[in-house]
């Protein structure tokens, strides 16, 4: 296949193709980032569409069947799409691989066919489609490929002459849509396809392999934007999910998303699908969700947190924790925590901790579900992501979190951290609280305070140790099942506890392993005990704040607040229902104490 003469092509000559196309992307996705306004401006179409392209080019090999590249190109390109733009190119590539003809190598007028065909694919997977967006740009690409299809002998040059259809296109998606118009600027997605289609160009035209393997292998970092408007946003969570064994069709599908929210789009097949929604209740559409098919992975971005980031920052030191800190949403809010979820299994179907799960669903499933829930670290990449992004604002971050002891996320956490320092030269401090729950989450408040007041960031870390050995939680578990359905405590210990009846108290010890505290039997007993504990320890000491916490026992927890108060003489700085991550432990009905005394 030399390069003056391209009549067919076939699974390599795709590949390379593909992969020089992600590199332009990958190139320019700031370029891209800064003219996202539509549908929502948060400036990350171009870093949503790198991040799609790359998870092609991490997973996916050369092979010379044209048919198998371009159906492992869109297998991956679904499982790695990101954001509204990255789902409609997944959705692209998806319908060229349902509308390729089984061959090893394909021609022009085939090729141009299933491009052709590819276009409903798109237009049925979002729920509004906009026009003056990538896909008036790729139905004009299209229609050009099409009116070309029997010039077989010529595709390098129907290929290259189709980018003036692709500029022409994309100029005119400022007039066809109205927040383009009032701005001036092209559509950010239509802008990546074109982008991705020179990639390619300059490929046909160069056909450099050699440099185009070590650009894709090099360019590895994603960007993210610091010029974003502040706006009012009508749907605070960017909600991706893959599904898989789908029972409803896809119609009905886009009909529940939209139900929710916005911005709806649904690709792939009923077999998997990728789904896209902006929308402010996550968990209760994914509690609707599991009733029609199974979930294996969900992505969230807080739309809000990231706005106030780059355009509303309160203070120059982030604040970061995980979602076991147990600390109300208001104070949350107000001190712009960053909170990374914990993953949470229930059999196949996948869940973020307190994002995508809340108490009310959760133990409901709970009680329900014969398998028990399963939770695992969050991985390096997440914190990776987070930390390039407020890296890029701020001029500190501190992350705490939950005690090593429980799990791998303090240790991901650590290296990913240091990943960032190197790259951005910032000091990114991460911090093991030796603790979980309502403790951990007096940690973050008083550390947030700490931000608040301006104290310079080494002295709120070397405070932080010394808070650490102050801070206190009590657990009393009120039914022992799910310790031993968790394997927390052995069944045949469990078996004779629960005949006894008895209630154990659960603390954290001084290296954040979790200790039993003590034995009664009743949960009026255990919480008595813990009162008369807290009293004792008390004396001579100034608690500075306590969290009440509780497992779905409203009732239970509002005499247990009664009595704190007597203690102490303030009422809690929150009361929660227990972080679901700890509440499968600790069981439906468990109240807990965490207090942090004065230094």
């Avoid at 065909?117 to 237009?123: D, T, V």
């Avoid at 939209?258 to 402010?280: F, K, L, M, P, Y």
């Avoid at 739309?303 to 600390?327: F, H």
């Amino acid at each position: 296949m030399e390069n003056s003469d391209l009549q067919n092509i076939n699974g390599k000559f795709l590949y390379y193709a593909f992969i020089a196309g992600s590199v332009e992307i990958l190139e320019n996705q700031s370029d891209i980032n800064k003219i996202n306004v539509f549908p929502v401006n948060d400036k990350d179409t171009g870093t949503n569409l790198a991040s799609t392209v790359r998870s092609v080019i991490d997973n996916i090999k050369p092979h010379k069947s044209y048919q198998k590249t371009v159906n492992d190109i869109a297998d991956a390109a679904l499982i790695g799409a990101r954001g509204n733009s990255g789902v409609i190119f997944a959705q692209f590539l998806y319908g060229l691989s349902r509308e390729t003809v089984n061959k090893q190598v394909i021609n022009l007028s085939e090729f141009a066919e299933s491009v052709k065909k590819s276009i409903p694919y798109i237009y049925e997977a979002i729920a509004n489609p906009i026009e003056g967006t990538m896909l008036t740009v790729i139905n004009d690409w299209s229609n050009f490929l099409s009116s070309k299809k029997e010039a077989i002998n010529d595709f390098k040059n129907v290929i290259i002459d189709s980018f003036e259809i692709l500029e022409k296109s994309l100029e005119e998606t400022t007039s066809k849509l109205k927040i383009l118009n009032k701005t001036g600027l092209v559509d950010a997605g239509a802008k990546g396809f074109v982008l991705f289609i020179k990639g390619i160009i300059d490929f046909i035209k160069n056909r450099n392999i050699r440099n185009l393997v070590v650009d894709s292998n090099e360019t590895i970092s994603l960007i993210h934007s610091e010029e974003m408007k502040d706006e009012e946003i009508t749907y605070r969570f960017c909600t991706e999910a893959i599904l898989k064994n789908i029972n409803i069709n896809k119609s009905e599908l886009k009909s529940i998303l939209s139900q929710s929210g916005d911005s709806v789009v649904v690709a792939g097949s009923e077999n998997i699908c990728r789904i896209h929604v902006h929308t402010n209740n996550p968990a209760e559409l994914f509690h609707k969700l599991k009733e029609n098919g199974t979930i294996t992975y969900q992505k969230v971005d807080d739309m809000i947190r990231q706005n106030e980031i780059v355009t509303n920052r309160k203070w120059n030191i982030a604040l970061v924790t995980d979602s076991t800190c147990d600390l109300s949403q208001e104070l949350i809010d107000y001190h712009q925590i960053s909170v990374v979820p914990i993953n949470l299994n229930f059999g196949d179907n996948h869940y973020l901790d307190k994002v995508t799960i809340q108490p009310n669903q959760f133990y409901d499933l709970l009680e329900s579900n014969d398998e028990f829930p399963k939770t695992s670290q969050i991985n390096e990449k997440a914190f990776t992501n987070i930390y390039s992004h407020l890296a890029s604002h701020y001029d500190a971050i501190i992350a705490i979190h939950l005690t090593g002891q429980f799990s791998g996320t303090f240790a991901n956490s650590l290296k990913a951290a240091e990943r960032i320092k190197k790259e951005f030269n910032k000091d990114v401090y991460v911090i093991d609280s030796k603790n979980l729950s309502g403790a951990l989450g007096l940690l973050v408040l008083k550390t947030a305070q700490r931000i608040e007041a301006n104290m310079p960031v080494n002295e709120i870390v070397d405070l932080l140790e010394t808070d650490i050995d102050n801070a206190k939680i009590f657990v009393s578990v009120k039914d022992l099942k799910y310790m031993i359905k968790g394997g927390r405590v052995s069944k045949p210990k469990g078996f004779i506890a629960k005949k006894l009846g008895l209630n154990p108290v659960i603390s954290i010890d001084d290296e954040g392993k979790s200790t039993l505290f003590g034995k009664t039997f009743s949960q009026k007993a255990s919480l008595n005990k813990i009162f008369k504990h807290i009293d004792k320890i008390s004396k001579g000491k100034k608690i500075w704040n306590y969290i009440m916490l509780h497992a779905h026992n409203y009732e239970g927890v509002k005499k247990a607040e009664e009595k704190m108060f007597e203690i102490t003489g303030k009422k809690p700085v929150s009361t929660v229902d227990i972080s679901p991550v700890i509440g499968m432990h600790a069981g439906n009905g468990a109240i807990a104490v965490s207090l942090l005394f004065d230094n």
